[in-house]
């Protein structure tokens, strides 16, 4: 007796895990590529961010090695406050403000009231950034000097 | 045989574009962010070079003297000295004797801050986009001896400002 074995051709097609797979590569590559960017954006304010700390701190101190004594500001006086950076704002065509920062000081005399009177003056630069790429609060960063010290004469 | 169709083949066509896109603007955008962030850097440095050399100049000075302008100093140097104002002379002193003069100009209609040395035709610096800081109506000001620039560079990313300070310390 013949039996007739009758072959039947699959069909090709997709399985249920290829779009997921695929579905699923494709959100990675994308979250990737946005996690990178986030970055890169973080790491260049950061790269500004130091350069401006460094700056502020320079002229500050410029200022108190070269004013005159009567000049110098007072223990615990805000010495100077504004913003460490000022982007350009596309939309508005105007530039903002973001990351206000303040600069106190510290003085201590010694030998006050004499001729042989000296200040040293620390200065403490205060500033909020944001602590990660991600983040949408800002983190307090405080930075002190060293102290420099004035003589009256 | 199994093949694609050609809806699928079109559907892979566009995930692989959007895909490919997506990675392309990242890294153009990585790109053109390092390269703001250098722009930024390389004016940042220039007014940063051109702050020393004010406080280095200020403390070797001999003498130094503020005017409202160019034409105020070249009318009269010695009778139109002003407690602020856009033009700045410092007068240095070289080991023979020689006396040299350093002037820090700010213009206002040009937008320019420069420095030369000598007179006015030797420019040794020069900032461009230059606009008066907030609150102080001059570049160049005194203030018990305390001789100060404020300035602010406008840039197309980004609004820089700068002070710098310096005091002679041969006219203390």
Redesign the interface.
């Known amino acids: 007796m013949n039996q007739t074995i009758i072959r039947r051709r ?4 997709y399985s249920l895990i290829d779009p997921l797979v ?1 579905v699923l590569a ?1 959100a990675a ?2 979250v990737t ?2 996690n ?2 986030r970055l ?2 973080y790491k ?1 304010d950061r ?2 961010i130091d ?1 401006r700390v460094s ?1 502020i701190l320079r ?1 500050s101190t ?2 108190l ?4 004594y ?2 110098l500001p007072v223990d615990g006086a805000e010495f100077r406050t ?1 913003f460490l ?4 704002d596309p939309a508005t065509g105007t ?1 903002k403000e973001i990351f206000p920062f303040s600069v106190t000081t510290a003085i201590t005399t010694t030998n006050g009231g004499t001729p042989a009177e000296q200040k040293q003056i620390v200065l403490t630069l205060t500033y909020s950034t944001n602590p990660e790429p991600l983040a949408t609060n800002t983190q307090q960063e405080t930075i002190r000097t060293n102290a420099l010290t004035r003589a009256k004469t | 045989m199994g093949g694609f169709t050609l809806v699928e083949a079109l559907l892979a066509l566009v995930l692989a574009a959007v895909g490919t896109g997506i990675i392309s603007d990242t890294l153009t955008g990585i790109l053109r962010r390092s390269y703001i962030t250098i722009a930024v850097t390389r004016i940042s440095d220039q007014s940063e070079r051109f702050a020393a050399a004010f406080t280095q100049q200020g403390k070797t000075a001999v003498n130094w003297a503020l005017y409202a302008d160019r034409a105020a100093y070249l009318a009269d140097p010695a009778a139109n000295v002003t407690a602020a104002g856009n033009v700045l002379v410092f007068q240095d002193q070289l080991s023979d004797g020689t006396l040299i003069n350093e002037l820090f100009e700010y213009d206002p209609a040009a937008q320019t801050l420069a420095r030369y040395e000598g007179d006015f035709t030797q420019q040794r610096t020069l900032l461009n986009k230059v606009v008066l800081s907030t609150g102080f109506p001059t570049t160049f000001a005194q203030d018990l001896g305390l001789v100060q620039a404020h300035w602010s560079v406008q840039s197309p990313y980004e609004q820089l400002d700068f002070a710098s300070y310096g005091s002679s310390l041969r006219m203390r």
């Open positions: 699959r069909r090709a097609g695929t494709f590559v994308i590529a946005l990178f960017w890169a954006e260049c790269a500004r350069a700056q002229e410029d200022y090695a070269y004013a005159a009567d000049l504004g950076l000022h982007p350009m530039y």
